[in-house]
């Protein structure tokens, strides 16, 4: 379980990445690099870490799902990820 600290770190960086989303796009298009470089360091969408939504997680994230490995080993065996089922052959 990630620290709650680290969850909401990366809530502000999302929330300022769409903050400066229009004046990045406006920047990049006149190609004015020192006017990109005076932005926030947390403004750049490369900063934002996919975590996982239950448990914070960083490693082993699956996109198609939100969510870790681990977390979706659980939820999937509990039935809770409709049209997974584990495998058999």
Known sequence: MAKKA???RNKKKQETV???AAIRAELKAKKDYT???KL???????????R???SGRRRGY????????LTFREA??????PGVVKASW
């Not at 999937?76 to 990820?81: D, P, Q, S, V």
């Open 52 to 54: 996982c939504s239950f």
């Open 6 to 8: 680290w969850k909401e």
């Open 76 to 81: 999937a065996l509990n039935g809770l990820i």
């Open 18 to 20: 769409k903050k400066f």
């Open 35 to 37: 006017g990109l470089s």
């Open 40 to 50: 926030p360091k947390n403004a750049s969408p490369t900063r934002v870490v996919n």
């Open 62 to 69: 699956l996109r198609k799902f939100g969510c870790s490995r």
